[in-house]
Structure formats: C-alpha cells, structure tokens
C-alpha cells in the first residue's frame, strides 16, 4: 500500500520525546498562575515522582512541570504535548487546577514553546540538570 505525501512528516510531528508515536497529538505553550503557598508542595511532588503514575500524562506533566519557567510578572510557564480536548483537561482535573489557577494555552508546534522560554529563570531550579 503506497504510503501518502506527507504521512512521515505528520508521525514525526506526533512522536513524543520518549519515541512513541501517538495520534492527533497537539503541543501547547502553558501559562497559568501559582497560587499562593503551593510551589514548594508541587515541587516535593515531582521531587517524589508522584504523578509519574497518572495515565496516560503523568510522566510528561512531571517533565514538563520541572522544566517550568518563570516570567516576571510571576506566573509561571512551559510546554506540554496533550491529546484532549478542552486542552489539558485530564492534567487540570489531576493536578494544575489544585496548583495554579488562569490556566491557559497558546498552540505551538513541538519544541517551540521550549524555545520561546528557554532564557526564562527555572520556576523549580532545584530541578536543572
């Protein structure tokens, strides 16, 4: 069966970091604002792995969350590939909206959102490898 134009390119935009390839796969630049009191909690999480285990986002939320930045303005920001629509709906419901609050996502293609923030101070610097 002959393979479409195009077809490479699309799987190439849907694989994950880890080299899994998922369908309709959407990256997004996070925005949202901490709230007060909670950062040092969120980052003992994710120091523990504590939401490596939520499926299927757990361990892409807790590389993306370590990898956060921070603006100036305080809120803090970072990219995340997700599958679901509204955006993010199963990681707001399991873990962001207990963390932050005005959530909101800008769609970017894979990478570009870690390459707008990338100058940004660490929102979790503890985290930098």
């Not at 003992?44 to 930045?69: M, N, Q, V, W, Y």
């Not at 993010?88 to 970017?108: C, I, K, N, T, W």
Request: charged content about 35%; hydrophobic content about 35%.
């Amino acid at each position: 069966m002959p393979v479409q134009p195009g077809v490479d390119e699309l799987y190439r935009l849907h694989t994950r970091r880890d080299g899994t390839k998922l369908k309709n796969m959407a990256f997004y630049l996070v925005s949202a604002v901490p709230k007060h009191g909670l950062m040092e909690d969120l980052s003992e999480r994710l120091g523990r792995d504590d939401f490596i285990g939520l499926s299927p986002f757990g361990p892409t939320l807790s590389r993306s969350l370590k990898d956060a930045r921070l603006r100036r303005d305080g809120v803090a920001i970072w990219e995340e590939e997700d599958y679901c629509r509204p955006p993010l709906a199963e990681e707001r419901a399991a873990v962001l909206d207990h963390y932050f609050q005005d959530v909101r996502v800008e769609p970017v293609s894979e990478g570009g959102g870690w390459k707008k923030i990338e100058s940004l101070p660490r929102l979790f610097p503890e985290f930098e490898q």
